[in-house]
């Protein structure tokens, strides 16, 4: 869907979590609130991906989606960050979805393969 100077299309996590530009940074501007999910909203994320996770172990042999909310992503032409050299995205929505998922996958990651 191309509309003007923005565009917009779903992506599935990996893509956003991997971005296919390669190195990748997302920023939150100082706009946006400071991070403040609660305990609720924090399992009720996990349920949502407990349960997607369940739906396609039952259902391998098709693909299943699981809606895990919006994220608005913008690209910026320069980094705000003098030494970074690649790619940097602002959050426009969905940062405390993105930072709640980014701490659960980095506490997964330092859990199983630290």
């Given at each position: 869907m191309n509309q003007g100077p923005f565009s917009a299309e779903p992506l599935p996590a990996e893509n956003v979590l991997q971005h296919q530009l390669g190195s990748v940074g997302y920023r939150v501007p100082q706009y946006q609130r400071d991070y403040r999910w609660s305990r609720v909203n924090v399992?009720?994320?996990?349920?949502?991906?407990?349960?997607?996770?369940?739906?396609?172990?039952?259902?391998?042999?098709?693909?299943?989606?699981?809606?895990?909310?919006?994220?608005?992503?913008?690209?910026?032409n320069?980094?705000?960050?003098r030494d970074f050299r690649g790619h940097s995205l602002s959050i426009v929505d969905g940062q405390q979805r993105l930072t709640t998922l980014t701490l659960l996958l980095s506490r997964i990651d330092a859990y199983c393969f630290r």
């Open positions: 399992e009720r994320l996990i349920e949502d991906v407990y349960h997607g996770l369940i739906n396609h172990s039952l259902t391998s042999t098709q693909p299943t989606v699981t809606f895990l909310g919006t994220l608005i992503l913008v690209a910026e320069q980094s705000k960050e």
